[in-house]
């Protein structure tokens, strides 16, 4: 009987010693596992240090490599995010001026020195107008969500406020792939996402058909040619809630939109469609 007793006791503490052993394991997993949550950041920026222009702002878009004239006394700059480098972004800077980081999310540019890093699979229509773009496939966002980052952390090691995505619109047109309007909707979410977690204000680029369910994730919108193809009102959410609609015309004459424009209190220029420096601004 005693014998019994003793074997039992000797079961009772093995088994004690298992079950410390097995709690100590899991506290330190459990150490182990906060230290490196707390080593990995995941907040994003909040909403007061992200830049978002005043509805009645002045500005200049020059896209071209011709020279950039500093001296304009207008309070945003938009240029290109790869011809532009970080010196001229300070000198805008230090005489108080925003600058927009221009780059295209849509399409792929041949001549852009990340060219080679978009495989062919992504790689469909040639863009009409323009025989060096081919439209992205938007719906492969494991690669071109790398790529997308990639330039805009170049934006912001350069310096730059905001991003221009242009050509977030490809839904609606012949790209060589079956784009739904729910697939550029997913796309332009997190292009808008993806500034904001970097600081980075973020503008709708044309793409007048989606303005209500995007308004609320970008900062500002940028639209080309609104009032020649009478869209100018679907922007009118923009306005309504507060945010900067900059507008941009080519073929017609100022007198034919400018009243009309600051009306609704649009920014809008008059512009040569190469976007060189030429501006006529309509206030």
């Not at 503490?13 to 080593?39: D, H, N, P, R, Y």
């Not at 950041?41 to 909040?46: A, I, R, V």
């Not at 020059?62 to 970080?86: K, N, T």
Request: aromatic share 10%.
């Amino acid at each position: 009987m005693r014998r019994a007793k003793c074997v039992l006791m000797v079961i009772l503490q093995l088994f004690l010693s298992m079950v410390l052993l097995s709690c100590q394991q899991s506290e330190s997993q459990t150490i182990g596992l906060s230290a490196t949550k707390s080593a990995t950041p995941t907040t994003t920026p909040s909403e007061g240090t992200i830049w978002r222009p005043a509805l009645r702002s002045s500005w200049q878009w020059q896209l071209d490599d011709s020279p950039l004239d500093p001296s304009l006394h207008v309070q945003v700059y938009d240029i290109d995010g790869f011809d532009r480098d970080a010196s001229l972004v300070a000198v805008l800077h230090a005489q108080g001026t925003k600058v927009i980081c221009y780059i295209d999310a849509g399409t792929w540019e041949n001549w852009r020195p990340d060219a080679g890093s978009f495989p062919a699979s992504v790689k469909g229509s040639v863009v009409d107008g323009f025989s060096d773009e081919r439209w992205l496939d938007i719906r492969q966002l494991s690669v071109l969500e790398p790529l997308m980052i990639a330039r805009m952390n170049m934006c912001k090691a350069k310096g730059f406020d905001a991003i221009e995505p242009d050509n977030i619109d490809g839904y609606e047109n012949d790209t060589g792939f079956p784009l739904t309007a729910r697939d550029q909707i997913t796309y332009n979410t997190f292009l808008a996402n993806a500034a904001h977690q970097r600081g980075l204000s973020i503008g709708l680029k044309n793409d007048v058909d989606q303005v209500r369910q995007l308004v609320a994730l970008f900062d500002w919108t940028l639209n080309e040619q609104c009032f020649e193809y009478q869209e100018c009102d679907m922007l009118l959410p923009f306005i309504q809630a507060g945010k900067a609609v900059f507008n941009v015309e080519y073929n017609l004459a100022p007198s034919q939109f400018c009243p009309q424009a600051n009306a609704m209190n649009f920014n809008s220029l008059k512009k040569h469609v190469q976007l060189d420096s030429y501006r006529l601004p309509c206030r």
